[in-house]
T-cell receptor, first 118, second 115 residues
């Protein structure tokens, strides 16, 4: 199955600044998904990124706050813009394999980015 | 819209004993996939087991098995011979069969394993 390298693993940022999180996959994938996870809680989908098109955002999330890039089939970035302490959370990416066998088996996840905004 | 419910925020099990984590879901689709993921403190999401809705046979993976009741929309996870390494958050997930094939996650169950 695909392996995802997610960077940074953690960061402490000043309010009002932006942070870009990167996910690099070791094989080509179709959709990439970005999640937010508050400590001890479930994963909330922010948006879905398909190569060559604009990301699709879930209710409550907007492109100005969470711009996403998907320049090719192995890479995506999520930017958390104009950060406030409420943005402190864990952010994870996930990838949907192109291989149909792997697709039906399940998706892999990055190891997450723990963001603290001060 | 589909929903996934995990009614047990926290469970405890004695080492070597068996524990069952509950999950119910709501959907109007007839074909879909269900998953259990484990998230240890490392934050890495690890696939534990999956079930295709069109298969009546319950999935098993070593010490992990599911009780899939399609009519009741229930998908529980049984962990046998619990080990200390099983301690983690467990998330039940539903995957849509249309659109982007995204996951819908339950709220999670924290499993503690007592030595």
């Amino acid at each position: 199955s695909a392996v995802i390298s997610q960077k940074p693993s953690r960061d402490i940022c000043q309010r009002g600044t932006s942070l870009t999180i990167q996910c690099q996959v070791d094989s080509q994938v179709t959709m990439m998904f970005w999640y937010r996870q508050q400590p001890g809680q479930s994963l909330t989908l922010i948006a879905t990124a398909n190569q060559g098109s604009e990301a699709t955002y879930e209710s409550g999330f907007v492109i100005d706050k969470f711009p996403i890039s998907r320049p090719n089939l192995t890479f995506s970035t999520l930017t958390v813009s104009n950060m406030s302490p409420e943005d402190s959370s864990i952010y994870l990416c996930s990838a949907q394999p192109r291989d149909r066998g792997e697709f039906w088996y399940g998706y892999t996840f990055g190891s997450g980015t723990r963001l603290t905004v001060v | 819209a589909q929903t996934v419910t995990q009614s047990q925020p926290e469970m405890s099990v004695q080492e070597a004993e068996t524990v069952t984590l509950s999950c119910t879901y709501d959907t109007s689709e007839s074909d879909y996939y269900l998953f259990w993921y484990k998230q240890p403190p490392s934050r890495q999401m690890i696939l534990v087991i999956r079930q295709e809705a069109y298969k009546q046979q319950n999935a098993t993976e070593n010490r992990f098995s599911v009780n899939f009741q399609k009519a009741a929309k229930s998908f529980s996870l049984k962990i046998s011979d619990s080990q200390l390494g099983d301690a983690a958050m467990y998330f039940c997930a539903y995957r849509t069969t249309s659109g982007t094939y995204k996951y819908i996650f339950g709220t999670g169950t924290r499993l503690k394993v007592l030595a």
